[in-house]
């Protein structure tokens, strides 16, 4: 024996073994190494001794000697030399399955070393004979570009990969396809990033040459086009979803290449792989647009629908991507769906991440004439045992009321039965549905709110109080023993959380402008615990302002606090219009599956300001289209700065309701995006209500994270949060809209208080 | 796109990984299972996909295992969720239980199959019939090296040349589950029919097939006066064999079959279906005693018809104890760990209908959590009988060698998994006698 360093321990007897003279115990030695890395020991160490058996005739022991070497070749970049030879040598070898094993192992090595003998053996594998060896070459081109961008341009594999395109059998076509579009994804990166960028291996390499032909390095050409939608009916399924990608991506021609794409993939819809029928359902969303034909819009519009029911039945994960997709499309077209609602129904045993995307759904398809079953089914939902879930179907109840008129009464009476039993959650959560309700429908369901009082005691939440104490303020006229029921509240009202305190200051005021006879006293009260015992600024200026208004001009306070506010409406989409339509170039991606685009989750996950600009600025077509949809999109923000009303349908706040918690810092971002989206035509008009739109959205985007850590909602669940913010938000809305309209007296006298 | 993919106990550590791309750090595995934990600890909905520091974590559950995918990218989630699956039920037919076991007994072979299955993160080959024919668990010799099968790349990917039967069959059965919820009021509020046709193909060469259905649509579109009843498939899917174009076109269903048991098409209808098998169960609750249960079932199908293997589950409390049955056919075990009592009857004929009594103690102290309100679920089988009254018209079969063949062909209705009744009635409100 020679002198090993360590003469003890594992690592040494199977050296040993690796240098077996049998056959046998050499491969039973590399199993166990292979066992011992995948287990997380370290076997860095017995590299040569490992390469040594790396030439045999034995599959299995090869595929072995490979993976060990995948998985350490970094770690020894000296060593990996020793293995180049075979590697070469196995390229040509006689058997295709060790020539393609060999391309694909060396091509994943990532040292720079193998990297140059890399070249001669692929581009001979590019034209090899066999097509499963093709088909693996065709994917190292992208994995060597990820590398070493300069050699792909050098050697011309790219154009190579362009010829296999062309390739008469259908999976080469399909990976030709994916190392393409790899390709342009990569290289659209290395082309934003600075040049430093490239030179990371140290060694100062040229300005990117392959940063020029960047832009054009995979384009579509028609003949090209109607090669992929021949090998689109004849690949393996994951070759489907690569060509159905890059169809999206497609621009057409005119009318006819976009008719004449939908037409060809339509039959996809029949795959039994969910990938390729949301793949499809994409490409077709991107090229509707271009036809014209109306009998083929039909056709489209009612094929599309039975293949995303059949989506329901796949498995949980599966059907839950699904569901996410589905419920995009559907705010772009609602009536898609329309008479199939009954398949969203919750099962007993589904996935709670399934159930809440299906309860969203169904409130999207609800109409006149499903509401019945979908009422029945709501409150077979608000008895069974999770809260959560329980929580969400009482709030889909409130969305139903306000989304249908006509089932209003309906909605209100099943909540009234739910009250009924006295589960604690439930009655908070239906309070607070039944406020919507009232800010939806003023004056109408009076009758219930005696019932609500009765249950005053058992309210422990936050939000549900507050929204107790805004439906008496709101009703004090109405209800005998305000006063009373306030009173207890002013009690506690140290203790009580900012919310509830904004609350009840508010309320107390509109009780005391509306019977100033009998509230004097408790109004006294509530101003003085307000600035004197509060910690809260916006509670302490709330009370101020309430105080001199009422001090100075019981009138113009009047106007203020007991203004009549619009009627809530429940938002057809939970993002805008122009992310909608991005999204819905994207579905089945991550992007449609978050609702969110992809630049504010992919790199560090957040979108600047600049990166919005530089975005804007990318192609001219693009930002006319855009900027249209700005303009709309900032028009509706002003609108309803003008309305006084928050609606989540400003992007900001539509951002942070239907984002999950877990990224709740990106509100941020998003609302570093809406502002900057608010371009030049409104700007000035955004400029004279800077104040108020600053002051709008930091509400809800407070409150939901406040709420978040004991809701835990996400989707739509936070809509009833934000509607619950326009009362507490009225008095600084008040202000800009008494400007905004020019109520000018009003205005001098709020001017003169300051 | 996957950067990596990993396959996780329990407890969150990897049994076995294999990385693509090297742009996400295998370090991130460690951080999915505490992710989740957090997740769960604030209350917030676990995804299967979701982001966190700039990584993408996509995941499904199998038994006792995650499945793991992570990327940087905006990937197609819907291929690499799906990708997971197929992986799972590849690596099920390869191991029979994919279970920590298996996985570890395993390694060199999933390694193989990970690498064979996925290239750069990109789906490669995942027919594990294909995939059987050159990775296996026996090491290959000189003398005979494994090959590529022409299938991995062929325009026909799921079948390969040179196939020989002495005998030349073909099976067909044609499953129908049964999907449908009844509620309270004893009203079907929702009902489904998922039907499958199965095949096991034992024929030699390349054979080209042709089946024939009662399909409304191709009797309407070639305009042929349909003998007895045709049905409306509101959607189907097929295997990757069948020419969709083609059917696409004139609704002809041709392929050319895999080797040996695939599943050919599935359909979807959503005609209403009553109840097959109708169960009912009355509950007379003594809080802080007993409870019993009364449990009517009635077959509700043709007299001839016989439902095989019927169980009938009655959900009861959690703490549920000491259990006592009477039957007046099949017999009733307690499922505790369900929380369920199960009642089995080998055959149910059609038009008969049984009662059962069940007795069960419950604990003086009361746990203050509310009773959950689980539905009756059902399983049956009934054989020979669709409930949409498909029909196999005939399956045509054209090889070069034009042997001869047997087709056989069965049907069978079953349960779906989700056939479920909400009527379980309260039988009296009972009144708490108060203990002397």
């Given amino acids: ?463 549900a109080k507050a929204s107790l104490i805004w439906i008496i303020g709101e009703y004090a006229e109405k209800i005998e023993n305000a006063d009373e029921l306030l009173g207890h509240f002013l009690d506690a009202f140290k203790e009580e959380s900012y919310q509830v305190q904004l609350q009840t200051l508010t309320a107390i005021v509109k009780l005391f402008l509306k019977k100033p006879d009998s509230a004097q006293g408790i109004v006294q009260k509530v101003l003085q615990a307000a600035t004197k015992d509060c910690d809260s600024p916006d509670v302490r200026d709330r009370a101020y302002i309430y105080w001199r208004l009422l001090s100075s001009d019981p009138a113009a306070a009047k106007s203020v606090v007991l203004s009549v506010r619009p009627p809530i409406s429940l938002p057809q989409t939970t993002v805008s219009p122009a992310i909608l339509e991005e999204l819905l170039g994207e579905i089945s991606s991550l992007a449609s599956v978050y609702h969110k685009p992809a630049a504010t989750f992919i790199g560090k996950g957040r979108l600047g ?100 850590g004991s809701g835990g909602m996400g989707g739509m669940g936070g809509m009833g949060m934000d509607l619950m913010s326009p009362p507490s938000a009225s008095p600084v809305a008040g202000q800009s809209a008494q400007q905004g309209q020019g109520q000018k007296k009003a205005d001098d006298d709020l001017l003169g208080l300051f | 796109m996957a950067s990596l993919i990993a396959i996780l106990d329990v407890k969150g550590k990897s049994l076995i990984q294999r990385s693509y791309r090297d742009d996400v750090p295998p370090s991130y595995i460690e951080r999915f299972l505490p992710l989740v934990l957090d997740m769960e600890e604030e209350n917030v909905q676990v995804t299967p996909c979701f982001s966190d520091d700039g990584i993408n974590y996509m995941h499904i559950r199998h038994n006792n295992l995650y499945l793991l995918a992570l990327s940087k990218r905006n990937t197609n989630a819907a291929e690499i969720i799906f990708f997971l699956h197929r992986l799972c039920s590849v690596l099920t037919e390869y191991f029979k239980e994919l279970e920590e076991e298996s996985i570890r007994d395993n390694f060199v072979i999933i390694y193989e199959l990970l690498d064979e299955m996925m290239d750069f993160g990109f789906p490669q080959t995942t027919e594990s019939k294909i995939l059987q024919e050159y990775i296996t668990q026996e090491s290959h010799k000189l003398e005979s090296q494994a090959r590529p099968p022409m299938a991995v790349t062929n325009a026909v990917s799921w079948r390969s040349e040179g196939i020989r039967y002495r005998k030349n069959e073909v099976f067909l059965d044609v499953v129908e589950s049964i999907n449908l919820l009844v509620n309270a009021s004893g009203n079907v509020v929702r009902s489904e029919i998922l039907g499958a046709v199965k095949m096991k193909c034992y024929l030699s060469g390349m054979p080209e097939l042709r089946l024939g259905l009662n399909d409304k649509v191709m009797f309407e579109s070639t305009g042929r006066a349909s003998r007895g009843k045709a049905i409306e498939m509101e959607d189907v899917k097929f295997h990757q064999c069948v020419r969709l174009s083609r059917f696409e076109n004139d609704r002809t269903i041709s392929f050319i079959p895999p080797d040996g048991e695939f599943e050919l098409m599935s359909y979807r209808l959503s005609q209403s279906v009553k109840p097959l098998v109708w169960v009912e169960a009355s509950v007379e609750s003594h809080r802080g005693s007993r409870v019993e249960y009364m449990v009517k079932v009635r077959g509700q199908f043709k007299r001839r018809s016989t439902a095989n293997n019927v169980e009938i589950f009655v959900p009861v409390p959690d703490d549920a104890d000491s259990p006592k049955f009477r039957a007046s056919v099949g017999s009733v075990v307690y499922a505790p760990e369900k929380s369920a009592f199960v009642w089995k009857i080998k055959q149910l004929g059609g038009g008969r209908d049984y009662i059962m009594r069940a007795h069960f103690g419950l604990p003086s102290v009361r746990n203050e959590e509310l009773d959950k309100r689980a539905p009756i679920t059902v399983k049956f089988e009934i054989p020979y009988f669709t409930v949409s009254g498909i029909q196999v018209r005939y399956l045509k079969i054209v090889e070069k060698s034009g042997y001869r063949e047997l087709p056989w062909v069965r049907y069978i209705s079953q349960n779906g998994d989700d056939y479920v009744l909400r009527t379980i009635t309260d039988a009296k409100t009972s009144t708490i006698v108060a203990p002397l």
């Fill in chain 1, 609 to 708: 300001a600049e990166e919005m600009a530089k975005r804007a600025t990318d192609v001219e077509e693009e930002v006319s289209r855009e900027k249209a949809l700005q303009t709309v999109m900032a028009g509706q923000q002003a609108e309803n700065l003008l309305d006084f009303d928050d609606e989540p349908s400003t992007p900001a706040a539509s951002a942070s309701t239907s984002r999950p918690a877990t990224d709740r810092g990106l509100i941020s971002t998003q609302q570093i995006a809406s502002v900057t989206k608010s371009t030049n035509p409104l700007d000035e008009l955004m400029d004279l209500f800077s104040t108020a739109s600053m002051a709008v959205p930091s509400q809800p985007a407070g409150v939901p994270a406040a709420a978040m």
């Fill in chain 1, 1 to 463: 024996m020679s002198v090993a360093p360590p003469r003890k321990g594992e690592n040494y007897e199977l050296r040993q073994q690796l240098n077996s003279e049998y056959r046998e115990k050499r491969a039973d030695a590399i199993k166990r190494v292979i066992a011992n890395h995948t287990i997380g020991k370290d076997c860095s160490g017995l590299f040569p001794d490992v390469v040594k058996n790396m030439q045999t005739d034995d599959l299995e022991q090869k595929k072995l000697v490979y993976l060990y070497l995948m998985n350490y070749a970094k770690t020894q970049p000296e060593l990996v030399i020793l293995a180049v030879n075979t590697f070469v040598k196995d390229t040509a070898d006689p058997n295709p399955l060790v020539r393609a094993l060999a391309i694909r192992t060396m091509s994943v090595l990532r040292t720079e070393k193998t990297l140059d003998y890399l070249a001669s053996p692929l581009s001979k594998c590019l034209r090899d004979e066999n097509p499963y060896v093709r088909k693996t070459a065709a994917l190292c081109v992208a994995k060597v570009f990820d590398l070493k961008p300069e050699l792909c341009v050098e050697y011309g594999f790219i154009d190579t990969l362009r010829d296999l395109v062309g390739d008469g059998n259908p999976m080469v076509v399909a990976n030709a396809i994916t190392a393409l579009s790899d390709i342009h994804e990569a290289s659209l990166r290395i082309s934003e990033t600075p040049e430093s960028a490239v030179d990371e291996d140290g060694n100062p390499t040229t300005p990117p040459t392959s940063a020029k032909p960047n832009a054009h390095l995979f384009l579509i050409d028609p003949p090209t086009l109607s090669k992929l939608l021949v090998a689109l009916n004849e690949c393996s399924e994951w070759g489907r979803i690569a060509i159905l990608n890059t169809l999206a991506t497609y621009k057409a021609v005119d009318t006819e290449e976009s008719e004449q794409i939908c037409e060809r993939v339509m039959p996809q819809f029949q795959h039994n792989n969910a990938a390729v029928v949301l793949g499809a359902v994409k490409v077709i969303m991107v090229h509707i647009k271009g036809v014209q034909r109306e009998d083929l819009l039909k056709i489209i519009t009612r094929k599309m629908a039975p293949p995303l029911v059949t989506l329901i039945s796949s498995p949980p994960e599966v059907q839950w991507v699904a569901l996410r997709n589905i419920n995009l499309l559907l705010q772009k077209r609602p009536d898609i769906l329309a008479n199939e609602m009954r398949v969203f129904f919750c099962k007993y045993n589904d996935p709670p991440y399934v159930k809440v995307e299906k309860l969203d759904i169904m409130v999207r398809l609800a109409s006149d004439k499903n509401v019945d079953t979908l009422l029945g089914e709501l409150k077979e939902y608000a008895s069974e045992v999770d809260v959560d879930f329980v929580r969400k179907a009482v709030r889909a109840m409130g969305q139903v009321a306000i989304k249908i008129e006509s089932a209003a009464e309906r909605c209100v009476g099943v909540l009234m039965e739910l009250i009924e039993t006295r589960v604690s959650y439930v009655v908070q959560e239906a309070v607070i549905v039944i406020k919507d309700i009232f800010r939806k429908y003023p004056h109408s369901y009076e009758a219930v709110i005696p019932t609500l009082c009765a249950n005053l005691e058992e309210l422990d939440e936050p939000e």
